[in-house]
């Protein structure tokens, strides 16, 4: 079975390259980068440095939107069931499939 974080950064990317295209999903891995020195293989450790960059760039929103996919993706990989909240919250979701895995 794949790491917790393996599974994570799989979804992101995933979602990324999905929604926005693999050009677009390398600009916002490049900027997480050169802006917040945190590399595409740390983003698990730095999720809210992620989810605040996309609020910046495409608004709160979209961010919903791009972190609900995220994390569907993420559950689905991981076999739990997945809730959907109206104020999703990707750090929050991702804490919650964390435990619900160690259980």
Same mark, same amino acid.
């Given at each position: 079975?794949?790491?917790?974080?393996?599974?994570?950064?799989? &979804?992101?990317? &995933? !979602?990324? !390259?999905?929604?926005?295209?693999?050009?677009?999903?390398?600009?916002?891995?490049?900027?997480?980068? !050169?802006?917040? &020195?945190?590399?595409?293989?740390?983003?698990?450790?730095?999720?809210?440095?992620?989810?605040?960059?996309?609020?910046?760039?495409?608004?709160?929103?979209?961010? =919903?939107?791009? &972190?609900?996919?995220?994390?569907?993706?993420?559950?689905?990989?991981?076999?739990?069931?997945?809730?959907?909240? =109206?104020?999703?919250?990707?750090?929050?979701?991702?804490?919650?499939?964390?435990?619900?895995?160690?259980?």
């Amino acid at each position: 079975m794949k790491e917790f974080n393996e599974v994570l950064l799989e &979804s992101v990317n &995933s !979602t990324l !390259t999905d929604l926005l295209g693999a050009e677009c999903r390398d600009i916002i891995f490049s900027h997480l980068q !050169t802006r917040f &020195s945190v590399p595409k293989e740390q983003l698990p450790a730095h999720l809210e440095v992620l989810s605040q960059d996309l609020k910046d760039i495409f608004g709160q929103q979209e961010t =919903v939107a791009i &972190s609900r996919v995220v994390a569907k993706r993420l559950y689905a990989a991981l076999q739990i069931e997945f809730v959907n909240h =109206v104020d999703l919250d990707l750090v929050r979701c991702v804490n919650e499939a964390r435990a619900a895995r160690r259980e």
